[in-house]
């Protein structure tokens, strides 16, 4: 049984999976709050269960999210003594099944007016470019697909003048639709740009 984890961007959830099967799960827009939201979510979703390793959203997302999500996952894994694992923020969306079927561009809101854009194909595992933080105007010259889904679609779709929206935040329980590929990624960030400060000359 496996604790997903997800708290990259404004929604804060959790899943309990065995196999393809989602046991139970928690899904909350927080907004901010995700520190104070996460731990009792778990711990209402485990209900004295224990899960035998852990999943956690490495990003990219809020840096504040990123880094609550996984530093519970990795006090968790420590204190279970349990494997842990992350999974991209973007194939998260990429795989919900309210993208339908063929390419999808993903775009996430990022930091500073920018989006955390990428795109797969039918088949999730296959990313088709590489993740990139770029302003709408340039992420819109640089996406191709027809349909874009995430927090920051509408904002890619508006830019480029045309195109389908679907927003969607990750969310846990779609993990069980990642190949084992996405979802065996080292546990730590993806902050998908530069460090905003810069280091001392």
Do not use: N
């Amino acid at each position: 049984m496996i604790l997903v984890i997800e708290t990259a961007t404004a929604a804060c959830s959790a899943a309990l999976v065995e196999g393809e099967a989602v046991i139970d799960e928690r899904h909350e827009l927080v907004g901010r709050g995700h520190a104070e939201r996460l731990v009792p979510m778990i711990e209402a979703l485990l209900a004295g269960r224990r899960p035998t390793s852990i999943l956690v959203d490495c990003g990219p997302g809020s840096f504040t999210g990123v880094r609550v999500g996984l530093a519970a996952a990795h006090g968790l894994a420590l204190g279970w003594g349990v494997p842990l694992a992350g999974f991209s923020s973007m194939a998260a969306v990429a795989a919900a099944p309210e993208r339908g079927g063929g390419e999808i561009a993903v775009a996430l809101e990022g930091g500073h007016g920018q989006l955390f854009v990428q795109t797969f194909g039918e088949e999730v595992m296959r990313p088709l470019d590489t993740l990139r933080s770029l302003p709408p105007a340039e992420a819109a010259a640089a996406i191709r697909a027809h349909r874009v889904a995430g927090s920051g679609a509408r904002a890619l779709v508006s830019a480029r003048g045309g195109g389908v929206a679907i927003e969607l935040l990750p969310r846990a329980a779609d993990v069980v639709r990642l190949p084992l590929a996405l979802r065996s990624l080292p546990p730590r960030p993806i902050y998908g740009r530069a460090p905003d400060a810069k280091p001392m000359p």
